[in-house]
């Protein structure tokens, strides 16, 4: 049995890691494609063999063979579009952030929750092969207490050569910081098993017509269990690292190059033993990330992230955001 996804939305990102991911997971199949503007949809469902094409969203929820959207839409469209869907009693996969506002992301877990439905975020990094390996190994206590922890998400193009709709700070909620920085930070949550405790941050805070959202973060975080945390994300920069790096107390390992969309990277381990160096060849991440969520969706369970990791991102990066703007280091409450 598999889970029939319609696609909300129809740029790069459906096209180029949706439609493949869908294609290539296990019990998953895309049967629908939602886009305001119908000739768009017409066009994606038949560039990409989906077999039903949409103009309007309630249209595709009375679709009995809709089990899940799979929200690839502007931010400031999340909400209401994850609520139609969980008022229908579809499962809710939404790319992140979840929302644009803290309101609106705990508005989409409470309607999900009281519907009864699946809400998972996009957090791909989540099922890399060596990112799941750091994780292990510090959840096994095999590099000793972490003492510093660090993530890099950075960009080498500029920001005008994204989507017009991510520079309007209304639609968007942020810049780099919804771009990559809040992949960064649940990465560290998810690897760190721990929730972050305060930040303090710095951005460019540039006002410039060309580039109204923010380009380049600078952030310290302190978690729970007392671990230090340091976030890079700008563009453009010349080649960045792009790399997880945890110091233990007893050993250090380095995820090089592996914090990006595609599943690459390289796993340097120093004082332990790690069981993967490389990424297994055909590895696709969203593919994971898609057959994760359908799983969770039949044994009835949370997704890994689900929609509770959301929300505590819209959290975090509030407060980063916060902190940034004034200068003073801020104190995060949890999510739940």
């Given at each position: 049995?598999?889970?029939?996804?319609?696609?909300?939305?129809t740029g790069r990102f459906?096209?180029?890691?949706i439609?493949?991911?869908?294609?290539?997971?296990?019990?998953?199949?895309?049967?629908?494609?939602?886009?305001?503007?119908?000739?768009?949809?017409e066009?994606?469902?038949?560039?990409?063999?989906?077999?039903?094409?949409?103009?309007?969203?309630?249209?595709?929820?009375?679709?009995p063979?809709?089990?899940?959207?799979?929200?690839?839409?502007?931010?400031?469209?999340?909400?209401?579009?994850?609520?139609a869907?969980a008022?229908?009693?579809?499962?809710?996969?939404?790319?992140?952030?979840l929302?644009t506002t803290v309101t609106d992301?705990?508005?989409?877990?409470?309607?999900?929750q009281?519907?009864?439905?699946a809400?998972?975020?996009?957090?791909?990094l989540?099922?890399?092969?060596?990112?799941r390996?750091?994780?292990?190994?510090a959840?096994?206590?095999?590099?000793?207490?972490?003492?510093?922890?660090?993530?890099?998400w950075?960009?080498?193009?500029?920001?005008?050569d994204?989507?017009?709709?991510r520079r309007?700070?209304?639609?968007?909620?942020?810049g780099?910081g919804?771009?990559?920085?809040i992949?960064?930070i649940?990465?560290?949550r998810?690897?760190?098993?721990?929730?972050?405790?305060?930040?303090?941050a710095f951005?460019?805070?540039t006002?410039?017509?060309?580039?109204?959202?923010?380009?380049?973060i600078?952030?310290?975080?302190?978690?729970?269990?007392?671990?230090?945390?340091?976030?890079?994300?700008?563009?453009?920069?010349?080649?960045?690292?792009?790399?997880?790096e945890?110091l233990?107390?007893?050993?250090?390992?380095?995820?090089r190059?592996?914090?990006?969309?595609?599943?690459?990277g390289r796993?340097e381990v120093?004082g332990?033993?790690?069981?993967l160096?490389?990424?297994?060849?055909?590895?696709?991440?969203?593919?994971?990330?898609?057959?994760?969520?359908?799983?969770?969706v039949?044994?009835?369970d949370?997704p890994?992230?689900?929609?509770?990791?959301?929300?505590?991102l819209?959290i975090?990066?509030t407060?980063?955001?916060?902190s940034?703007?004034?200068?003073?280091?801020?104190?995060i409450?949890t999510?739940?």
């Amino acid at each position: 049995m598999a889970l029939g996804f319609a696609i909300l939305g129809t740029g790069r990102f459906a096209a180029g890691r949706i439609m493949p991911a869908l294609i290539r997971a296990q019990g998953c199949k895309p049967v629908a494609v939602v886009s305001r503007d119908r000739g768009r949809a017409e066009a994606f469902a038949a560039d990409h063999g989906v077999p039903r094409a949409y103009d309007t969203l309630a249209a595709a929820l009375a679709d009995p063979r809709v089990d899940a959207v799979w929200i690839a839409t502007p931010n400031d469209r999340h909400r209401p579009e994850a609520e139609a869907a969980a008022r229908a009693r579809k499962h809710v996969l939404c790319e992140k952030p979840l929302a644009t506002t803290v309101t609106d992301a705990r508005a989409i877990v409470e309607v999900c929750q009281r519907a009864g439905v699946a809400l998972g975020t996009g957090f791909h990094l989540r099922h890399h092969p060596l990112l799941r390996e750091a994780r292990r190994l510090a959840g096994e206590g095999a590099i000793g207490p972490v003492q510093l922890a660090a993530v890099e998400w950075s960009l080498d193009t500029p920001i005008n050569d994204s989507a017009p709709w991510r520079r309007d700070f209304a639609v968007s909620g942020g810049g780099i910081g919804t771009g990559t920085g809040i992949h960064g930070i649940d990465l560290l949550r998810y690897v760190l098993e721990d929730e972050v405790a305060a930040v303090s941050a710095f951005t460019d805070a540039t006002t410039s017509p060309a580039a109204p959202v923010e380009t380049q973060i600078v952030a310290d975080l302190r978690f729970r269990r007392g671990t230090l945390a340091t976030l890079r994300a700008m563009r453009p920069v010349y080649a960045p690292a792009n790399s997880l790096e945890l110091l233990g107390s007893r050993a250090s390992l380095v995820a090089r190059g592996a914090i990006e969309e595609a599943a690459r990277g390289r796993l340097e381990v120093q004082g332990a033993d790690a069981r993967l160096a490389g990424v297994p060849a055909g590895t696709d991440l969203y593919a994971l990330q898609a057959q994760a969520f359908a799983e969770a969706v039949y044994r009835g369970d949370e997704p890994n992230a689900s929609g509770w990791d959301g929300l505590a991102l819209v959290i975090i990066l509030t407060a980063l955001y916060e902190s940034a703007r004034t200068g003073r280091t801020v104190e995060i409450a949890t999510a739940r």
